[in-house]
Nanobody, 114 residues
C-alpha cells in the first residue's frame, strides 16, 4: 500500500501549512489514517488520527491548531496546521492502518522558523 505525501515546506512561526496524504487503493477508505512526526534526535510521535467513521484525536501539543480530515471520494487525508511553532519542525509521516496491514509514507519536511 503506497502512500504519497505532499504539502511540507518552510514557514515562519504563526503561519499555516496543509499536508496531504493519498493512495490509489480502495483499502484507503476502510483504514484509520494517522499523521506522525519525527524531529531530529527525537522519537516519532503521533500527531493526529482520523478513523473510518471520521472520529478524530490529537496530541495535546497540537490541539486547537491542527485539524485532520479525509475525502474518501478521492482517497485523500489532510492535516491542516495553523499557528505553527518552531517546535512543530519535523518530518511528517502519513500512516495507514487496516487490521494487521500498515503502511507509511515517505515523509514530508515541515520547518518553522521563529
Amino acid at each position: 500500500v503506497k502512500l504519497v505525501e505532499s504539502g511540507g515546506g518552510s514557514v515562519q512561526a504563526g503561519g499555516s501549512l496543509r499536508l496531504s496524504c493519498g493512495n490509489s487503493e480502495s483499502i484507503f477508505a476502510l483504514s484509520n489514517i494517522s499523521w506522525y512526526r519525527q524531529a531530529p534526535g527525537r522519537q516519532r510521535e503521533l500527531v493526529a488520527t482520523i478513523t473510518t467513521d471520521r472520529s478524530t484525536n490529537y496530541a495535546e501539543s497540537v490541539k486547537g491548531r491542527f485539524s485532520i480530515s479525509r475525502d474518501n471520494t478521492h482517497n485523500m487525508v489532510y492535516l491542516q496546521m495553523n499557528n505553527l511553532k518552531p517546535d512543530d519542525t519535523a518530518v511528517y509521516y502519513c500512516n495507514l492502518r487496516f487490521g494487521t496491514v500498515g503502511s507509511w509514507g515517505q515523509g514530508t519536511q515541515v520547518t518553522v522558523s521563529s
